[in-house]
């Protein structure tokens, strides 16, 4: 995780610091600030508090940094049921921003969006550019906008190239 809580305040990992806390459980976090990996926060024991949580990859993390701060990694607790998620993005108005680069099980993405509630995924689909371009007639490019992270689709050509990226998944 980007931040954890240091004396209620939310700060990025540090070397010096061993007093903070995840966000979602209150359990102690070391910063990891090597030389490798982007720097990042990891729960003290090999517990995951939210199950909905990842490895971050800089992809992912590119993506959360064109939003303020503020929006990056917002706890959301249901007030019913006392349930935990960190979500990606939250705007001022609520709306919910969930980047998505490894695959997910469809029970887990109807989970999230029935927690989140108001949201959209952005889903890195560079892996099958090549695969999506290839099948692809020169023709219907000229009704698309792609490039490496996205395939923008015209609504008239959408169940067309849903058959066709269908067939190219499987």
Same mark, same amino acid.
């Given at each position: ?97 969930? #980047? ?31 695969? #999506? ?38």
């Amino acid at each position: 995780m980007k931040y954890a809580l240091h004396k209620n305040q939310r700060i990025t990992p540090t070397k010096d610091i061993k007093d903070a806390v995840c966000p979602v459980c209150g359990e102690l976090v070391i910063p990891k600030c090597g030389k490798i990996k982007m720097h990042h926060w990891a729960h003290k024991t090999s517990q995951n508090c939210d199950p909905w949580w990842e490895n971050e990859t800089e992809w992912h993390r590119k993506w959360k940094e064109h939003f303020p701060e503020d929006f990056q990694e917002y706890l959301m607790i249901d007030s019913n049921t006392g349930e935990k998620h960190i979500a990606d993005i939250r705007t001022d108005n609520g709306f919910v921003i969930e #980047f998505q680069h490894s695959s997910i099980k469809s029970e887990e993405k109807k989970a999230r969006e029935s927690f989140y509630k108001n949201m959209v995924w952005i889903v890195d689909t560079s892996k099958y550019y090549d695969k #999506f371009k290839q099948a692809l007639d020169v023709n219907s490019l000229q009704h698309c906008k792609t490039n490496k992270n996205y395939f923008y689709i015209r609504e008239i050509l959408f169940e067309k190239y849903c058959k066709i990226f269908t067939k190219i998944l499987a």
